[in-house]
């Protein structure tokens, strides 16, 4: 199984977990490579909490 994730960063060997909104680490993998893709652009301002 192939997982992408969106990231601006090339040749990356090891994801880490990162600050989510939620105020726990994440890392968000998907199987389909458009939504990844969508995590690339931020063509959309991140909603406010």
Known sequence: M???HGSHT???????PQQAD???PYVYM???NI???FYLC???DRPYY
């Open 2 to 4: 192939i997982l992408y």
């Open 30 to 32: 998907t199987t389909i």
């Open 42 to 44: 931020n063509a959309v």
């Open 10 to 16: 090339a040749n990356l060997k090891i994801l880490n």
């Open 35 to 37: 939504v990844a893709a």
């Open 22 to 24: 939620h105020d726990r």
